[in-house]
Nanobody, 114 residues
Framework: QVQLEESGGGSVQAGGSLRLSCATSRSAFSYSTMAWYRQAPGKQRELVASITSGGATNSAESVKGRFTISRDNPKEMLYLQMNNLKPEDTAVYYC????????WGQGTQVTVSS
């Protein structure tokens, strides 16, 4: 059974940093490419960054150079280090496989004020 639990969100001013964490179940994590997604109010969910089981990463142009995705395979944890946050980064952030499974966690709210 897939389990995904995001944490680490909060409210920060522009230029600040946050580190998101995602606790997963073995069925979600093992050998899977994992990703962070986000959904801003009134917008569709979008892919932010992804990481393969071997550690190869990719990220959206809008976050390149600011966000870093990483994973701890033995702990089955996924992370997103977010630096130099901008108001347009405000959204609910989710972790999931890539391609995503049908099961989503509750997400964690990130709010960036100018």
């Amino acid at each position: 059974q897939v389990q995904l639990e995001e944490s680490g969100g909060g409210s920060v001013q522009a230029g600040g940093s946050l580190r998101l964490s995602c606790a997963t179940s073995r069925s979600a994590f093992s050998y899977s490419t994992m990703a962070w997604y986000r959904q801003a109010p009134g917008k569709q969910r979008e892919l932010v960054a992804s990481i393969t089981s071997g550690g190869a990463t990719n990220s959206a142009e809008s976050v390149k150079g600011r966000f870093t995705i990483s994973r701890d395979n033995p702990k089955e944890m996924l992370y997103l280090q977010m630096n130099n946050l901008k108001p347009e980064d405000t959204a609910v952030y989710y972790c999931n496989k890539l391609p995503s499974s049908l099961v989503w966690g509750q997400g964690t709210q990130v709010t960036v004020s100018s």
